[in-house]
């Protein structure tokens, strides 16, 4: 990984110019971020990008590694036959980051920003051990496929309401605090209205209540919620406010805890029919299918999960930052506490002796209501498209903090061309060396 135009980015050269990489890379976004398939399917047709790597002995000694680190084996197992216990695995990781998350009121700046150094910095290796689990779901549903000769796209129903997803479960638990509270602010008051009410703690008992509780559990979540620059619905929460109004303003249709159970029985009934076809290549294919599907449902949802616990952690990263950013303005070192998120964990540290860093600020990203984040970055860049980038780009932008040291390479790249929906980009550099395909995610 390497830092370039203060993003992040994953060198995914060898995977792209090598065979197997070739054919695990297209299924492994599919599954995370589907729309960077396509992006990836064209840098395999660019001739620079031609395979140099055909042996499998690199990738199955990388393999190794990378199994050994996640303990793969043994949680797979544990999957396969003890599905309680790892679906309690995944809960439990979230109650050590909770316990990690927690910072003593009493903390000093200097302390909050060691806090946050460390959690950034511990947060991926622990939730990714939630991924064994999600790859022997979607293993067994390919295997399924296979075992029953079914096309993956005619099984998708299987992947219908699943459980364990926590993006799901919010938006039930949302829907059914709309039927909980009192109707009559949320139809007449606008979206900014309610906001004050709330704040003033004026909104309807139950209603005030309720709300409360679903943002001290899903508050740490927002719009572009990968951006600490961002703030969360903890902070605005006009957004969930105006969801509810949304709600109650609506006229009752088929709610979506029913349209959620009603994704389970179609799930079963496809799961039924998945199993019918391989019978008919052998009772225990049937048996198998049925296994493994039923395996599928209850892991597949997990793979919101990670992300979950990324968000939160951010959330607490940014609870923090805005106390420093708070300790900088009574310094004069700022002149609001969001301005924080213009620094980086250095400049940050560096400003707790003093000094003046509103210039440095004003030279950054102009800021945008309701976001800390100024500008977008190329999705999907490649070196043949003219650079659209604007000619006088911001200095800085709002970001995750502490990036490492930016490597001299890490200047404006010849050649770009913007997929601005896709999250995920890739890139290619444009020079007589050898090019160099980068991917990733946005960091800020």
């Not at 139809?187 to 703690?201: D, I, K, N, Q, T």
């Not at 805005?322 to 002149?335: F, N, Q, S």
Request: charged letters at 25%; aromatic letters at 6%; a positive charge.
């Amino acid at each position: 990984m390497t830092v370039s135009g203060e993003r992040l980015w994953l060198d995914l050269t060898t995977a792209v110019r090598s065979r197997p990489g070739r054919a695990i890379l297209p299924r492994m976004l599919a599954l995370g971020e589907a729309r960077a398939v396509s992006v990836v399917e064209g840098l395999f047709e660019d001739p620079r990008l031609a395979p140099a790597h055909t042996s499998l002995r690199p990738f199955l000694r990388g393999f190794a590694r990378f199994a050994g680190n996640l303990r793969l084996p043994s949680r797979v197992l544990t999957a396969l036959t003890r599905p309680d216990r790892a679906v309690a695995a995944t809960v439990r990781t979230g109650e050590v980051l909770d316990a990690r998350l927690r910072v003593p009121a009493s903390a000093t700046p200097e302390q909050r920003l060691d806090h946050a150094e460390r959690v950034l910095a511990g947060t991926f290796p622990l939730i990714i051990s939630i991924m064994p689990n999600v790859i022997t779901g979607y293993a067994l549903f390919a295997l399924a496929s296979r075992l029953s000769g079914v096309p993956v796209p005619e099984m998708s129903d299987v992947l219908r309401s699943l459980p364990h997803n926590p993006t799901t479960e919010m938006d039930l638990a949302l829907w059914e605090l709309a039927t909980r509270i009192e109707p009559e602010p949320f139809r007449a008051l606008s979206v900014p209205e309610l906001v004050a009410r709330y704040r003033a703690g004026g909104l309807p008992p139950v209603a005030q209540r309720e709300i409360t509780a679903f943002l001290d559990e899903y508050g740490h979540r927002g719009i572009a919620e990968i951006d600490l620059g961002v703030p969360r619905w903890s902070e605005e929460p006009g957004h969930i406010l105006g969801v509810l109004a949304n709600y109650l303003r609506l006229d009752q249709g088929l709610a979506p805890s029913e349209q959620f159970a009603d994704g389970v029985r179609q799930a079963r009934a496809t799961i039924a029919h998945v199993a019918a076809r391989a019978r008919l290549r052998g009772r225990w294919r049937a048996a198998v299918v049925r296994f493994g599907l039923g395996r599928t449902r209850r892991y597949a949802g997990l793979r919101e999960l990670p992300k979950f616990y990324l968000v939160k952690t951010l959330a607490a990263v940014r609870r923090s930052l805005l106390v420093v950013g708070e300790h900088l303005v009574g310094l004069g070192v700022l002149d609001a506490a969001g301005d924080v998120f213009f620094l980086d964990l250095r400049e940050t540290r560096a400003a707790l002796a003093g000094g003046d860093l509103r210039e440095l600020v004003a030279g950054g990203a102009p800021r945008t209501s309701g976001s800390g984040a100024a500008g977008t970055s190329p999705g999907c860049c490649s070196p043949t498209a003219p650079n659209p980038r604007p000619s006088r780009s911001p200095r800085r932008t709002a970001r995750s903090p502490a990036p490492p040291p930016r490597p001299a390479r890490s200047r404006a790249w010849p050649g770009w061309c913007s997929t601005r929906s896709a999250p995920t980009w890739s890139r290619a550099r444009s020079s007589s060396a050898p090019p160099r395909t980068r991917a990733g995610r946005r960091c800020s």
